[in-house]
């Protein structure tokens, strides 16, 4: 199963590929440049190791994290976030800090050296909120785009 969903207080609850369409709009609007199909796209990236946890309240997904683990050189095995993202609406309700400690959790149950995650420079406020979670700037993240 590659997409998980917990509850706010961070309980799993029933998962399955079937649930992708039901965050797609949040995601969407985190990463307007995804391509047009969506369930593509994700389940290409689940073909590649990745996985899918959403946070739902009242059956309503109000927040999402991809995922992967891999071994690495530098800090072991390690699971990476690759998006993180509370819906505009439904930020300073823990949401985020929920989702954070199930994937930490995650990462420690898989026997993970290091929890990883990228966040855009600009993204100051959720710089705030990943020092408050214990996070902390270990290194830089350069990137070459190589299309167009």
């Not at 998962?15 to 995804?34: I, K, Q, S, V, Y």
């Not at 309240?57 to 998006?83: N, P, Q, S």
């Amino acid at each position: 199963m590659s997409v998980e969903r917990i509850d706010a207080a961070g309980h799993a609850l029933a998962g399955g590929d079937d649930l992708l369409a039901d965050g797609e709009a949040l995601h969407r609007a985190f990463r307007p440049n995804m391509g047009a199909n969506y369930h593509a796209h994700m389940t290409a990236m689940f073909a590649e190791g990745a996985g899918l946890i959403q946070l739902a309240d009242e059956d309503k997904v109000c927040a999402l994290a991809v995922w992967r683990a891999f071994h690495t050189t530098y800090c072991g095995y390690r699971l990476e976030i690759d998006d993180l993202v509370t819906d505009e609406t439904q930020r300073s309700k823990g949401y985020g800090a929920t989702l954070l400690a199930f994937i930490e959790a995650k990462a420690r149950a898989m026997g993970c050296d290091t929890l990883t995650l990228n966040s855009g420079t600009h993204r100051t406020r959720a710089h705030a909120f990943y020092f408050r979670e214990g996070l902390h700037i270990h290194a830089f993240h350069f990137t070459k785009g190589l299309r167009g």
